[in-house]
Each structure stands twice: as C-alpha cells, then as structure tokens.
C-alpha cells in the first residue's frame, strides 16, 4: 500500500463508547483516540483483526484496551462499538 490516503471514511459512535471512556484513564484516551482517528484514513490498518462470527467488526489492540469497530465500505463509514480493558472487551458481544 503506497503513503496516500484512501477515501475518507466518516466515524461515528455507539453510546456506548462515551460509557466505556469514563472508565478509562485519561492519559491513555489521547493515544486510543488517536488511533481511533486514524481508522477515518485507514480502516483496516496492518494491526486491525476481523472479529470471529461478524460480518464486518474488527478490532485493534492499544496497549491493554481494544477498539472494536464496524466498518461499512458502501457508505465508508466506521462505526466505533466499544473502547474497553482486553480483559471485558468481548463480554457480551
């Protein structure tokens, strides 16, 4: 993949990620956000995993925290589900 950027894809968020980040320390959100961020340009970065048994949910690891996001190619769009702990990043899924 050459240095320019795809299609700009719009990014959105379920309610549930406000809930997510009040858990999440603040000097870590600047980095998970960024990379949240990025997936606008990129998304499906070299590090971003399809998530078993969903059609278009990935994930990517931050540190100890995962994005778990939808991406809609049609209407580029990415849909930002959950920022939490890898330890209850899958719970309920």
């Not at 320019?4 to 990014?11: A, D, G, I, K």
């Not at 406000?18 to 990129?42: A, G, T, W, Y």
């Not at 580029?76 to 920022?83: D, L």
């Amino acid at each position: 993949m050459s240095g320019t950027p795809m299609s700009s894809y719009t990014l959105s968020f379920k309610n549930s990620v406000e809930k997510d980040c009040r858990k999440i320390p603040k000097d870590l959100l600047l980095n998970i956000f960024e990379h949240v961020e990025n997936l606008s340009v990129n998304p499906l970065p070299h590090d971003a995993i399809k998530l078993a048994g969903a059609e278009s949910l990935y994930r990517i690891r931050v540190g100890e925290y995962r994005i778990i996001y939808l991406v809609l190619h049609e209407s580029c769009e990415v849909i930002v589900y959950y920022i939490r702990h890898r330890s209850v990043a899958y719970r309920g899924m």
